[in-house]
């Protein structure tokens, strides 16, 4: 049974940071994908950052430069640091995974099968 769980949301002064974390249970593969998404309050849910088997990482333009996403595999997390944070970053950010490679767009919701719950952000 997998299991992803975010933690890290809050709210923040724009220009400022946070760091989120998703810790995953009982989803090990030999090659993997974990992506951030987020949707804000009447809009659709959108890829935010990806990283395909541990290294290779993909961003939205939107967060280039800005976010930083990395994976940690003897300890389960993924994580996405986040700076220079805007109001328009307000969102609920979401982790999520899926066996073999990323999609080559990154914003591919669809293409994850297996989902956090979801942590608030929210930047003034």
């Known amino acids: 049974h997998v299991q992803l769980v975010e933690s890290g949301g809050g709210s923040v002064q724009a220009g400022g940071s946070l760091r989120l974390s998703c810790a995953a249970s009982g989803y090990t593969y030999n090659r993997n994908c974990m992506g951030w998404f987020r949707q804000a309050l009447g809009k659709e849910r959108e890829g935010v950052a990806t990283i395909d088997n541990g290294f290779r990482t993909t961003y939205a333009d939107s967060v280039m430069g800005r976010f930083t996403i990395s994976q940690d595999n003897a300890k389960n997390m993924l994580y996405l640091q986040m700076n220079s944070l805007k109001p328009e970053d307000t969102a609920v950010y979401y982790c999520?995974?899926?066996?073999?490679?990323?999609?080559?767009?990154?914003?591919?919701?669809?293409?994850?099968?297996?989902w956090g719950q979801g942590t608030q952000v929210t930047v003034s």
């Open positions: 999520a995974a899926r066996r073999f490679a990323c999609p080559v767009v990154v914003n591919s919701p669809g293409e994850y099968r297996y």
